[in-house]
């Protein structure tokens, strides 16, 4: 099985957003099919090649983790419902955000809340899709609230450390294994936009979820927790066009325009991604999970399309491997 045009398609990607590095990492069946790495952690000139050890900057690839914990709230009947509204869960000064109690968990886990990050509502929890981190911002809060820990503590008791997963994690200060962007970060107590993975762990990430919470013959969590973040719980009556999301995963039910999953990708895939490029698509019919990372940064350079680059990039994964098991 040869996935050279899916290098190649990741490295014409680095050099049009000009990043510095790039990775991939493929799962096929629960065996490493491909493994690949370029360029520098930054473009300065003494920087440390790229290697298996690099951990990126996921960006919202975060909101995956945060997705599982709010499952597992769920799940562990920490929280009673979806469909609550999300303010039984917010403490009085953090209700202060919420510009209507009509947001519920679903809203806040599917970017159809309405709110603004000024504490403002655009329009009624529901109606709409509209990506922003406000929801984001207070799925943290609950989750701290609800298990009476912050996030970060609550995965690395629960999935890091069982799934040895010791280069993934909120990180406030640069380090040589670090391809590091943003900053500066106050904490890593899982509430910034500072989660940094390795390619090789975001890949074990996706696998966790395809193999339903087992990892090496060890069911780490229980397949209904993954089952429910993997599921699109969307609004039916939401517009056709509009992305349709799990606990925070992009999930594909069927080609839609505005969607960041290739049209060609089967339906029952899901996706996290992440403005720096860090990519993890899993596509449970061919039982693969497909890992790309970039260290991007700043906004789209004039002449890339987002949307199309992410699509074709999907688009290419699928061909690949269907080609291949034809």
């Not at 991604?273 to 260290?295: A, D, K």
Request: with cysteine; aromatic share 8%; glycine share 6%.
């Amino acid at each position: 099985m040869s996935f050279n045009r899916i290098t190649e398609h990741i490295e014409k990607t680095r050099q049009a957003v000009r990043a510095s590095a790039a990775a991939a990492y493929i799962i096929h069946k629960g065996n490493v099919v491909h493994e690949w790495y370029t360029g520098t952690h930054s473009h300065n000139q003494h920087s440390r090649r790229v290697d298996a050890r690099s951990q990126f900057h996921a960006a919202s690839v975060r909101k995956t983790y945060l997705g599982l914990a709010v499952s597992l709230a769920v799940s562990e009947c920490k929280i009673s419902s979806i469909d609550e509204p999300a303010a039984r869960y917010l403490n009085a000064a953090e209700q202060a955000d919420l510009d209507s109690r009509d947001v519920t968990i679903r809203h806040l886990l599917t970017h159809t809340h309405g709110l603004m990050d000024t504490g403002t509502c655009q329009f009624e929890p529901g109606t709409r899709w509209a990506y922003n981190n406000a929801g984001v911002d207070l799925l943290i809060r609950i989750i701290r609230n609800v298990y009476d820990k912050p996030l970060a503590s609550l995965l690395k008791e629960r999935v890091f450390d069982p799934c040895e997963l010791h280069d993934t994690g909120w990180r406030s200060r640069e380090d040589e294994l670090l391809v590091w962007q943003g900053g500066p970060y106050c904490s890593e107590d899982g509430s910034e936009a500072n989660l940094f993975v390795s390619a090789r762990e975001l890949a074990i990430w996706g696998q966790l979820h395809l193999a339903k919470g087992m990892v090496q013959g060890k069911q780490i969590l229980p397949s209904a927790v993954i089952e429910q973040a993997t599921t699109t719980i969307t609004p039916d009556w939401l517009a056709d066009s509009s992305p349709r999301n799990g606990f925070l995963w992009y999930y594909q039910d069927r080609p839609r325009e505005l969607s960041e999953i290739g049209p060609s990708v089967p339906a029952g895939s899901y996706q996290a991604l992440g403005m720096s490029g860090c990519t993890c698509l899993v596509i449970p019919e061919c039982q693969l999970v497909c890992v790309r990372m970039l260290n991007q940064s700043g906004p789209n350079p004039p002449g890339y399309d987002y949307l199309r680059d992410i699509r074709d990039y999907g688009d290419l994964v699928y061909q690949c491997v269907s080609q291949s098991i034809m």
